[in-house]
């Protein structure tokens, strides 16, 4: 009877250690979901919290970044219109070229904000990182390549859609200088794009800002050759708009 018992005893104690040894995988995968999760809730982000407040912090600063920009637009026109109709049709011909270069800077920046949301999300920050390395230095490439091929072609470009005499000689000189900044600009959109991947949702909205006030301010100074600088005309339009990209573009390298 008791070497019955003994044995009884030794089963469940071996039993007991097996379900415990079986128990510990379970166990150490709760802990690592549970420390997955909090890396995830403390990077931050939109998965949290009422989504009103969300939308608002998203749409509030863009909005704000957005109208900035079209503000500059406009300023930019009012300031060519002082020079005489034949800058404002330069302006013109020269839109199918600038909006073609945006097109490019939108695609970049949404594929590789997608890739660096899901990574965001799952708290990879050092993937995070590599992928926002990779997205700038795509966009550095593109926007180079774009820059010497606006460069080049851009007189066929602009006498295709039918500009012709000084209208094509003020374009022509307008995207000139405009190329320059092509490399700056699409940092600049990717740039926007990638902070806003990262729950970063108001520095977009506010460099954007600061760089279309900054367009603003430089535009009649170098137009009109203000504070005895001189006056470059619709050229100084151009530059205007490239050195507002390199304030964004610093402000970018800052914030990423």
């Known amino acids: 009877m008791s070497d019955t018992a003994s044995e009884n005893s030794a089963a469940e104690n071996s039993a007991g250690k097996g379900s415990a040894g079986k128990d510990s995988p379970e166990k150490g995968s709760a802990t690592n979901d549970a420390a997955n999760n ?8 939109f998965t949290e919290g009422p ?6 912090r998203l749409g509030s600063f863009m909005a704000m970044g957005t109208l900035t920009m079209n503000v500059a637009q406009v300023a930019e026109a009012v300031y060519l219109g002082m020079l005489g109709t034949e800058a404002l049709a330069a302006m013109g011909f020269a839109f199918p070229l600038t909006i073609t270069l945006f097109a490019f800077a939108g695609g970049i920046g949404s594929g590789a904000s997608s890739v660096i949301a899901r990574a965001f999300g799952a708290g990879e920050k050092e993937r995070v990182s590599l992928l926002i390395t990779h997205a700038q230095i795509l966009a550095l490439g593109v926007g180079l390549a774009l820059a010497v091929l606006g460069s080049i072609y851009a007189r066929d470009i602009v006498s295709l859609l039918g500009a012709k005499g000084m209208v094509l000689d003020l374009t022509v000189s307008y ?3 405009y190329m320059y900044g092509v490399p700056f600009f699409l940092l600049s959109i990717v740039g926007s794009t990638l902070l806003r991947a ?8 506010i460099v954007m800002t600061i760089g279309s006030v900054t367009q603003i301010a430089l535009g009649p100074v170098l137009i009109f050759g203000w504070f005895g600088l001189p006056e470059l005309g619709i050229a100084g339009a151009a530059w205007a708009y490239v050195l507002s990209r390199v304030a964004s573009v610093l402000l970018y390298a800052v914030l990423l």
């Open 175 to 177: 995207l000139l200088v």
């Open 38 to 45: 909090a890396v995830v809730r403390s990077s931050g982000g």
């Open 51 to 56: 989504v009103a407040k969300h939308l608002i």
């Open 198 to 205: 990262t729950g970063n949702a108001a520095s977009p909205g």
